[in-house]
């Protein structure tokens, strides 16, 4: 199972971003029965999870995001996005999809990172 994260960027502080996470390769019952979750990692500091979603479409979110991130997912095009509103530079970070599938238990998959620069 690949993921396939994009959509990282450069932006000025107050932007916004979107990221994607699509996962081509799989069956979509596999990818209905599956919960995600995106992460980030800024230089010199330990990764931590930003948003999650489970597989009943129930979000939640970091505390320093709240409010300005949003996480959904489209079963039909077997995606999972991060709206990213308001950004700071202290957004500033790789960011990650991560997913558990339902299938696949005990079992996380990783997408390759995108990078985010917020500028104040």
């Known amino acids: 199972v690949q993921l396939q994260a994009s959509g990282g960027g450069s932006v000025q502080a107050g932007g916004f971003l979107r990221l994607s996470c699509v996962v081509p390769?799989?069956?979509?019952?596999?990818?209905?029965?599956?919960?995600w979750a995106w992460y980030r990692q800024a230089p010199g500091k330990e990764r931590e999870l930003v948003a999650s979603?489970?597989?009943?479409?129930?979000?939640n979110y970091t505390d320093s995001v709240k409010g300005r991130f949003t996480v959904s997912r489209d079963n039909a095009k077997k995606m999972v996005y991060l709206q990213m509103n308001s950004l700071t530079p202290e957004d500033t970070a790789v960011y990650y999809c991560?997913?558990?599938?339902?299938?696949?238990?005990?079992?996380?998959?990783w997408g390759q990172g995108t990078q985010v620069t917020v500028s104040s």
């Open positions: 979603m489970d597989r009943g479409g129930i979000p």
């Open positions: 991560n997913a558990q599938f339902t299938a696949y238990p005990g079992i996380d998959y």
């Open positions: 390769r799989i069956i979509l019952s596999t990818f209905r029965g599956s919960t």
